[in-house]
């Protein structure tokens, strides 16, 4: 028997398969902050300090190809481009050498930032929801499976902005690699299959505005292309 919504249910973000017309369901999407070294040193923040676990909803997704509108309340969008992996099973308290059997594949995202309304938040200790949580915030490309990708622990991951590299980085550069990253929010939450890890960004985050082509990749991965739009009336 089919529920009886008393309004429609919403769309089911999902994300592209690479080289097929199949589409991975997104359940929640988990960001990782402060994974990277050098982007732990350009915020100016404690590089021992753990990473830590934020939140973006899953409809924030925007596709290979997409237009990502300016945001209101801004005036200092920031790009993050990431490793994105893509879970098929979960559980809680995963084991790390149990980790990578649940991972179903790789992308390329761009955690879009208001870097101004973070650090106004951070400043006054209130959650980051503003600046990192807003529509159109994680753009990410098609998936790669693991089992045509393996399970990359190194290889470059960049971001160009109107054909200038701004962030060039390398895997090998996470502090908490994937299977470790898994684990540790498995002890927060349960992780179930649809659930889409963005795992940190290399140094070279800045400032983007309307009419920027933003160009993405992550060696053995694959691209990620969209372009800043003016703001939605």
Request: glycine share 10%; charged share 25%; proline share 9%.
């Amino acid at each position: 028997m089919s529920a009886d919504y008393v309004i429609s249910p919403p769309p089911q973000p999902t994300i592209a398969v690479a080289g097929t017309s199949k589409v991975f369901p997104v359940r929640r999407i988990w960001c990782v902050g402060r994974n990277y070294i050098e982007h732990i040193r350009e915020m100016g923040q404690d590089e021992r300090a753990p990473p830590f676990f934020f939140a973006k909803p899953a409809d924030a997704i925007v596709p290979d190809g997409g237009t990502v509108p300016y945001p209101s309340l801004t005036k200092d969008m920031h790009h993050e481009v990431e490793l994105v992996v893509a879970l098929k099973s979960g559980g809680r308290n995963i084991p790390v050498g149990k980790a990578n059997d649940c991972i179903y594949g790789y992308a390329v995202g761009i955690d879009l930032t208001r870097r101004d309304l973070q650090f106004a938040s951070r400043e006054i200790k209130r959650p980051w929801e503003v600046g990192k949580a807003f529509d159109h915030s994680a753009p990410c490309g098609p998936l790669k499976p693991a089992s045509e990708s393996g399970h990359p622990s190194k290889g470059k991951i960049t971001l160009k902005v109107n054909g200038k590299v701004r962030q060039d980085g390398d895997l090998n550069q996470m502090i908490w690699n994937v299977p470790e990253t898994i684990s540790k929010l498995s002890e927060m939450v349960a992780l179930e299959a649809g659930d889409i890890i963005m795992t940190g960004t290399p140094s070279g985050v800045a400032a983007t505005v309307a009419g920027d082509k933003i160009e993405c990749a992550v060696e053995g991965i694959g691209k990620l292309s969209v372009t800043i739009g003016p703001p939605l009336k």
